[in-house]
């Protein structure tokens, strides 16, 4: 099946390109917020915060320090069935579960205590080796970034 450009995000980062597809089907709210805020160009130059080794890669705070959003009202969980497994791209939040905004993570491996407690919303289809070489840290000292993330359709 080819992918759907308009559910498709391509996001540089320091470490390479990484391409994820978008799932509307599993959490309609969150996808429409990551493209909405990747054409705001929101998350060019925000960096990875929070790095764990086998675990995930974190991003998505404006202060890059785990403790912002973006300037939109959180959005309302929608937790789904989908695994956290490697390339999994969910939504962070804090203990509320209404309160997922611009912050987001790539799990590295299973991470699957994780289910149907975090919004599923995407997976990575390509680049996944550049994620995996993201700087660790928690916080990380000189971060790797995201240099632009975009919605594929408007590449064209």
């Not at 086998?54 to 973006?70: D, K, L, R, Y």
């Not at 959180?74 to 069935?81: K, V």
């Amino acid at each position: 099946m080819a992918a759907d450009p308009e559910n498709t995000i391509v996001m540089e980062t320091t470490k390479g390109r990484v391409v994820i597809e978008l799932r509307p089907d599993l959490a309609p709210k969150h996808v429409e917020r990551i493209k909405l805020l990747a054409r705001e160009k929101f998350y060019d130059g925000i960096v990875f915060h929070r790095v764990i080794d086998g675990f995930m890669a974190q991003v998505g705070c404006p202060h890059g320090t785990g403790t912002g959003g973006s300037s939109h009202p959180n959005l309302p969980a929608e937790f789904n069935g989908e695994s956290h497994t490697r390339g999994i791209c969910s939504m962070a939040r804090s203990s509320m579960p209404n309160s997922a905004n611009s912050q987001f993570f790539i799990v590295f491996d299973n991470a699957k205590f994780l289910d149907r407690q975090y919004t599923v919303w995407g997976k990575v289809v390509e680049g996944m080796e550049n994620v995996d070489k993201i700087k660790r840290g928690e916080p990380v000292q000189n971060p790797d970034k995201i240099i632009s993330m975009r919605v594929q359709a408007d590449a064209a």
